[in-house]
């Protein structure tokens, strides 16, 4: 797939975005075979709509896309990517779109490109976009570029997407931009300190592994740490079926930093990035961990198990461990974690956790900026005697269902040590098709993060 632009300057069909209430007026401007055309093809610039109007020798003269009202657009976004699978192959340059308006539009047309196509031939959009005046095309030919990584991870079953494939995409993504990997796998998990991230992969018939990738020399510091669960059985609290449909995209906290990262490193963003993503499947067999055992975490926390199923923090823990003793200037973890989260706000928005104040600000300004919504939730500290089993320091899984991605989180920050630390508990699925977004797989918060930087790190 190519999601890229048009040449800046590639002859392009005038494409004019119009607003509901402005299309009498519009028609005015108009020669009277334009506006006799619009008029009889009964077209009203309706959100989503579009009309293709003829020159007066049956060629293509210009098309139309409606943009309906402010109302209209306030319950969705990337609206005129509709467009970009509507019309036919050519290039076309927006008129009448509002500058304020022409980033977001224009990295929805991009992304209307995208299809998942490793079996089975997808037919791309047609038509491309001549970048508008104004926007950064390198900047958002990365941005949807890192959004299609994330996407081809998640929408990757399993059968082709182990610990062992994840790893063979990050070394890709290394190689690409000149940056150095470690990997950590099977015993030698035990070896080096990682006693959780083997426990939870263990059972698995491919190894577990923490892969660290490194890249830039100078600047400040950013640790991202993505959650790896590449499949989830639930372990021996084994889920139902119903349940283990979807869990091919456990792994999507991996996939949408390493997609947050492709865009950094192709921006050259002037920092020192590390990701960090603990690579295992929760399966099931005879040396599985079981509910009641107390696992010793890397920085010596004890943890008891009341429900294997909750195996996310568990592998997410020693890395945060591990990313904490490194002093980054802003740690920040991604992971698919809890169903609490999804109850709490749905498939759109990002919910994230944090106590810094500098953060959130830069992050919720960003969020608007570039249309991936996010939404603050509380580390609320008087919950962490939920987290506090009683015979262990943690508990993985506290019994009631109250508040389960705050407790999630709070047993996150329990090994962030003093970093400034965010944490993302994401869904990374579409489950219907939306403009720019199609069922499946999607990036959650990494463009919000990367329009956040600058001010969140001071560059």
Sequence with gaps: MDLTFAAADAPAIPLHVIEQDSLEGWLADQPDRVATWV??????????????????????????????????????????ATAAMQLPEGAYAFHGLDPARAGEESLGWLLAQYGFDRYREQKPALARLVPPEGVDPARLQAIAAGEALTRDLI????????????????????????????????????????????????????????????????????????????????????????SMGLMKKDMGGAATVLGLAQMIMALALPIRLRVLVPAVENAVAGNAFRPGDILTARNGKTVEINNTDAEGRLVLADALAYAAED????????????????????????????????????????????????????????????????????????????????TAALFLRRFAGRARYAHFDIYGWNPEPKPARPKGGVGMGARALLQALPKALKL
């Design 39 to 80: 008029r009889g093809a009964g077209f009203t610039a309706a959100l989503g709509t579009t009309l293709l109007v003829p020159d007066s020798k049956g060629g293509l003269d210009m098309a139309l896309a409606g943009y309906g009202d402010t109302g209209a657009r306030a319950r969705g976004r990337f609206h005129l």
């Design 155 to 242: 929408n990757t079953p399993a059968s082709d997407m182990g610990p062992a494939d994840l790893e063979g995409a990050c070394a890709t993504l290394a190689s690409a931009h000149g940056a150095s990997i470690d990997v950590i796998r099977g015993d030698a998990l035990l070896e080096q300190n990682f006693p959780m991230i083997h426990t939870v992969g263990r059972a698995a018939a491919q190894a577990p592994r923490l892969i660290d990738m490194r890249w830039g020399d100078t600047g400040p510091a950013l640790t991202l740490v993505g959650k790896g669960v590449c499949f989830d059985t639930g372990g021996l609290n084994l889920k139902p079926g119903a």
């Design 327 to 406: 002093s980054p200037d802003l740690l920040i973890s991604m992971a698919t974690l809890t169903g609490a989260a999804r109850v709490a706000v749905g498939p759109d928005l990002s919910p994230y956790f944090t106590d810094d104040a500098s953060l959130v600000a830069a992050l919720e300004a960003a969020a608007v900026q570039v249309a991936d919504p996010v939404w603050r939730m509380p580390f609320h500290t008087p919950y962490e005697t939920m987290i506090e089993p009683g015979i262990a320091d943690l508990d993985n899984a506290p019994k009631g269902g109250f508040a389960g991605a705050i």
